[in-house]
T-cell receptor, first 113, second 112 residues
Framework: KQEVTQIPAALSVPEGENLVLNCSFTDSAIYNLQWFRQDPGKGLTSLLLIQSSQREQTSGRLNASLDKSSGRSTLYIAASQPGDSATYLCAGTLGGSNYKLTFGKGTLLTVNP | ETGVTQSPTHLIKTRGQQVTLRCSSQSGHNTVSWYQQALGQGPQFIFQYYREEENGRGNFPPRFSGLQFPNYSSELNVNALELDDSALYLC???????????FGEGSRLTVL
């Protein structure tokens, strides 16, 4: 069974801190790894997409890396702000699928002022 | 450029009823996927449509069905609703083959 695991389930940090969210997956034959943000009761906002030939992607204060050999991805958030508070989900196309995203359960991030 | 839009945003049904959820894809995207997100869980893949054909399906029973129209919009139909069908239903559009998925705000279904 293809699985995506996110640790920790919840994280609380003071404003201004740099932080790392972790994602692990069971299949090294991953096509894409995508990070999303979800605010309470809302849809998903795409943050970063890493394709299988890439090792990392950056957007503003966000940097995501992909290590297929170890089955891990990390999302680094620099200089966190209260507005970054949300649930962060990672998802990958695993098991030979090129269309189905398998999601983790997410990490609930709270940035305290 | 318009994003993915879904309707209705919220709805309440009773067990045994049927529901239709609608999705308009982002401009230029011809592939639509549907996901179910139960409270506190990550989204689960229901199915994907490409060129008006079902392109892949997750572990959902046949009472979950869909359509895609020539303008790439899509519908998700659920028959014989059960209490466990209560969830946020998310639609995502993309370009085919390894494309980045863009999600709508979802339709919150409550089954009583």
């Amino acid at each position: 069974k293809q699985e995506v695991t996110q640790i920790p389930a919840a994280l609380s940090v003071p404003e201004g801190e740099n932080l790392v969210l972790n994602c692990s997956f069971t299949d090294s034959a991953i096509y894409n790894l995508q990070w999303f943000r979800q605010d309470p009761g809302k849809g998903l906002t795409s943050l970063l997409l890493i394709q299988s030939s890439q090792r990392e992607q950056t957007s503003g204060r966000l940097n995501a890396s992909l290590d297929k050999s170890s089955g891990r991805s990390t999302l680094y958030i620099a200089a966190s702000q209260p507005g970054d508070s949300a649930t962060y989900l990672c998802a990958g196309t695993l098991g030979g699928s090129n269309y189905k995203l398998t999601f983790g359960k997410g990490t609930l991030l709270t940035v305290n002022p | 450029e318009t994003g993915v839009t879904q309707s209705p945003t919220h709805l309440i049904k009773t067990r045994g009823q049927q529901v239709t959820l609608r999705c308009s894809s982002q401009s230029g995207h011809n592939t639509v996927s549907w996901y179910q997100q139960a409270l506190g869980q990550g989204p689960q893949f229901i199915f994907q449509y490409y060129r008006e054909e079902e392109n892949g399906r997750g572990n959902f029973p046949p009472r979950f069905s869909g359509l895609q129209f020539p303008n790439y919009s899509s519908e998700l139909n659920v028959n014989a609703l059960e209490l466990d069908d209560s969830a946020l239903y998310l639609c995502a559009s993309s370009l085919p083959l390894f494309g980045e998925l863009f999600f709508g705000e979802g339709s919150r279904l409550t089954v009583l």
